[in-house]
């Protein structure tokens, strides 16, 4: 089992910047880590991807550029530093992890490849 809490969620307004944190405990090993974000009725949808054994990251082309992924081992807390942000990346963020490397490692961010998830941290982009 591994067990997310996210923190650093907020409002900012157009341009600004926040960093999210996700603290990570547990036994179970992880494979990948990453965010995710869902805004009010669309699907929840990748954000930033980081593979642990190499520190290989990956981003959706609408946060390239702005947002960070960054991985903590001593402090097993997953971060994403987000800058320049903008009113639709208004969502609850999401932290997740998974122990299958060969399933998370590569290829687009897919819900469907994370067992392990956070509750989520608000983050709201006003113009």
């Known amino acids: 089992q591994v067990q997310l809490v996210e923190s650093g969620g907020g409002s900012v307004q157009a341009g600004g910047s926040l960093r999210l944190s996700c603290a990570a405990s547990?036994?179970?090993?992880?494979?990948?880590m990453g965010w995710f974000r869902q805004a009010p009725g669309k699907e929840r949808e990748g954000v930033a991807r980081?593979?642990?054994?190499?520190?290989?990251?990956q981003y959706t082309d609408s946060v390239k550029d702005r947002f960070t992924i960054s991985l903590d081992r001593t402090k097993n807390t997953l971060y994403l530093q987000m800058n320049s942000l903008k009113p639709e990346d208004t969502a609850m963020y999401y932290c997740?992890?998974?122990?299958?490397?060969?399933?998370?490692?590569?290829?687009?961010?897919?819900?469907?490849?994370?067992?392990?998830w956070g509750q989520g941290t608000q983050v709201t982009v006003s113009s």
């Open positions: 980081i593979v642990l054994s190499t520190s290989t990251t």
């Open positions: 997740a992890a998974d122990s299958r490397w060969a399933l998370c490692s590569s290829g687009p961010l897919v819900v469907g490849d994370y067992v392990y």
């Open positions: 547990g036994s179970s090993s992880r494979a990948c």
